[in-house]
């Protein structure tokens, strides 16, 4: 498999088809949680990668495939287009604050919408706020579970999705009707894919900056990279590269509490081992996703300990932050809920859940004028002046999207 060169999300309300949807086009299944087979639901982000290849020989739509053999004539001359990670969101309302840091590694997104319940359902418009929120802009809508509803109900669904996206981002996205259970279709959401969501253009030049956005123990089952060992770093290069025994640094690091003082250490180690999808390889460049080997110990790195860190080359890591100041921009009304009430100003003393990159931190509000707003935070974060932040905000027990930040100073 070539490495793949651009990530691609799906989301969507729980349930809909979006693991499924994964598994038809890569063959892999990404829950592999104990937790989550036994739930039934996806919890943390899953991740795989499937290579799209187009038919040399005909000129239907049906000649684009994630096989090797053209599904229409059965030719095995097929061009090879690109390799593509999918990174896979849960759908559950609780797991808000996983979708969003899966957001933040995301080139363009499928939407996935079932077709057999009324749309929009609760997540697949936040789902849709966090997509506009966090900046992505191609979107694909696959209309998904079309076998199990009469022809009449799917030209039904598919008007109301056409309702439900103007004025979104997804205003203009294709929507292409799916059954990702019985493989209909699959071909023509390849091929919208591939004319919708292009390969973004990365710098090659600059110091290598990963987004971990998953860290495991090697023996954690179902991890794919067998011949890795140490600990290891689940994510995506957003400029440069990585090459093995590349020394790298991790900010902002490690807890350290001393004589009541708390301080936040780099962490320093080295690569020992690339992975993309199976292959080892020497060299890694920005786009798809990355397995990062290195010589960290396996308790550091396991449950995803690591995740939303940043990893790059010392001395070249945006800086970390334990307070900043954010311009903001808030909705009008609460996505994701039946009530949709209005938004209130933020609150001096409020804490706000903040999505900065793959981190998620909670941050206490200091001072907070119009359009501006002081946060402390309780972890601190490695990001660049100029990042988007998606706030949330406690409403009832759940966290929920209420505007986007940008981080000033
Ligand atoms: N009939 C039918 N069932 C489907 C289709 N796609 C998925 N399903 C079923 O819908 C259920 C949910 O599918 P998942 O792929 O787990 O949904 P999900 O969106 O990944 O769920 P979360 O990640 O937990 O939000 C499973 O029972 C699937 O077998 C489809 O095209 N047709």
């Known amino acids: 498999m070539s490495q793949p060169v651009i990530n691609i999300g799906m989301v969507g309300h729980v349930d809909?088809?979006?693991?499924?949807?994964?598994?038809?086009?890569?063959?892999?299944?990404?829950?592999?949680h104990s937790e989550e087979l036994k739930r039934g639901i996806s919890i943390r982000l899953g991740y795989a990668d499937c290579t799209f290849y187009k038919c040399k020989n005909c000129d239907e739509p049906e000649c684009y495939s994630s096989g090797k053999k053209c599904a229409a004539c059965g030719s095995e001359d097929m061009e090879e287009l690109r390799t593509v990670s999918?990174?896979?969101?849960?759908?559950?309302?609780?797991?808000?604050?996983?979708?969003?840091?899966?957001?933040?590694?995301?080139?363009?997104?499928?939407?996935?919408?079932?077709?057999?319940?009324?749309?929009?359902?609760?997540?697949?418009?936040?789902?849709?706020?966090?997509?506009?929120?966090?900046?992505?802009?191609?979107?694909?809508?696959?209309?998904?579970?079309?076998?199990?509803?009469?022809?009449?109900?799917?030209i039904k669904h598919y008007n109301q999705i056409k309702e439900f996206v103007k004025g979104t981002v997804a205003e203009n996205a294709p929507i292409v009707p799916i059954s990702a259970q019985q493989n209909i279709n699959i071909d023509v959401l390849i091929k919208t894919i591939e004319e919708k969501i292009p390969t973004p253009k990365h710098d090659l030049d600059k110091p290598g900056i990963m987004q971990v956005a998953r860290s495991f123990d090697?023996?954690?089952?179902?991890?794919?990279?067998?011949?890795?060992?140490?600990?290891?770093?689940?994510?995506?290069?957003?400029?440069?590269?990585?090459?093995?025994?590349?020394?790298?640094?991790?900010?902002?690091?490690?807890k350290v509490e001393f004589e009541g003082k708390t301080t936040w250490e780099p962490i320093s180690t080295t690569v020992t081992r690339l992975v993309y999808g199976g292959d080892v390889v020497e060299e890694a460049t920005p786009g798809g996703l990355l397995a990062a080997g290195t010589k960290l110990d396996p308790a550091m790195t396991k449950s995803d300990a690591l995740a939303g860190q940043v990893a790059g080359k010392p001395g070249?890591?945006?800086?970390?932050?334990?307070?900043?100041?954010?311009?903001?921009?808030?909705?009008?009304?609460?996505?994701?809920?039946?009530?949709?009430?209005?938004i209130k100003p933020i609150a001096t003393s409020e804490p706000l859940m903040l999505t900065i990159g793959t981190s998620t931190t909670i941050g206490v509000v200091s001072s907070a004028r119009k359009g501006e707003a002081e946060v402390k935070l309780k972890r601190p974060v490695c990001a660049e002046v100029g990042s988007r932040i998606a706030i949330s905000r406690r409403i009832g027990a759940r966290w929920r999207l209420i505007g986007v930040g940008v981080l000033t100073s």
């Open 218 to 254: 090697v023996n954690r089952p179902g991890t794919p990279p067998q011949k890795l060992n140490g600990g290891v770093l689940g994510g995506t290069l957003s400029q440069g590269t990585f090459k093995i025994k590349d020394d790298i640094e991790i900010r902002p690091g490690r």
């Open 86 to 154: 999918f990174v896979d969101s849960p759908g559950h309302e609780t797991l808000m604050a996983t979708m969003l840091s899966g957001a933040a590694i995301m080139d363009g997104a499928v939407l996935v919408i079932a077709a057999n319940e009324t749309c929009p359902q609760p997540q697949t418009k936040e789902h849709l706020m966090a997509l506009d929120i966090i900046g992505i802009k191609n979107v694909v809508i696959a209309q998904n579970k079309i076998d199990i509803v009469s022809r009449e109900d799917a």
């Open 316 to 342: 070249f890591l945006p800086p970390v932050w334990h307070k900043f100041v954010m311009k903001t921009q808030l909705l009008e009304r609460v996505v994701g809920v039946s009530d949709e009430s209005a």
């Open 16 to 32: 809909h088809g979006k693991t499924t949807l994964v598994s038809a086009l890569s063959g892999v299944w990404t829950d592999t």
